[in-house]
Nanobody, 125 residues
Framework: QVQLVESGGGSVQAGGSLRLSCAASGHTFSRYAMGWFRQAPGKDREFVAAVDWSGGSPRNADSVKGRFTISRDTAKNTVYLQMNSLEPDDTAVYYC??????????????????WGQGTQVTVSS
C-alpha cells in the first residue's frame, strides 16, 4: 500500500512561484513512477508531469513546459513540482499519484491507483 500526502499549495499572483511536495510512504513506493495531475473547477483531471522511479526521464504537459519542473528525492521518498511563471489558468487542485505499471509514468489518470488528497493552487491576475 502506498500513501501520498501533498503540501505546498497556496495563493500567489501571476508570475509567481510555488513548490509542491508529495511525501510517500509504503515499501513499494521506490519502484513506482510518479505523476502530478491537476483539476480545475468544472474540468477533467489533466496530466501535468511525470518522472520514473529513479527521478529520471521527467516530462511535462505542453501547457506547463518550460515553467514547471518535476523532480524526485528517493532518499526522502518525496516528489516535487516546482512551478514558475504561474498563470491564472494554472489555478486548480493539484494531485500527486503513483503508477506501478508504467516505467516512465502514464499521462492517463486511470493508470494511477494511488492518489494523494490534493492541494489547492490559486493564481490571481
Amino acid at each position: 500500500q502506498v500513501q501520498l500526502v501533498e503540501s505546498g499549495g497556496g495563493s500567489v499572483q501571476a508570475g509567481g512561484s510555488l513548490r509542491l511536495s508529495c511525501a510517500a510512504s509504503g515499501h513499494t513506493f521506490s519502484r513506482y513512477a510518479m505523476g502530478w495531475f491537476r483539476q480545475a473547477p468544472g474540468k477533467d483531471r489533466e496530466f501535468v508531469a511525470a518522472v520514473d522511479w529513479s527521478g529520471g526521464s521527467p516530462r511535462n504537459a505542453d501547457s506547463v513546459k518550460g515553467r514547471f519542473t518535476i523532480s524526485r528525492d528517493t532518499a526522502k521518498n518525496t516528489v516535487y513540482l516546482q512551478m514558475n511563471s504561474l498563470e491564472p489558468d494554472d489555478t486548480a487542485v493539484y494531485y500527486c499519484a503513483a503508477d506501478p505499471k508504467n516505467l516512465y509514468g502514464s499521462s492517463w489518470s486511470s493508470e494511477y491507483p494511488y492518489w494523494g488528497q490534493g492541494t489547492q493552487v490559486t493564481v490571481s491576475s
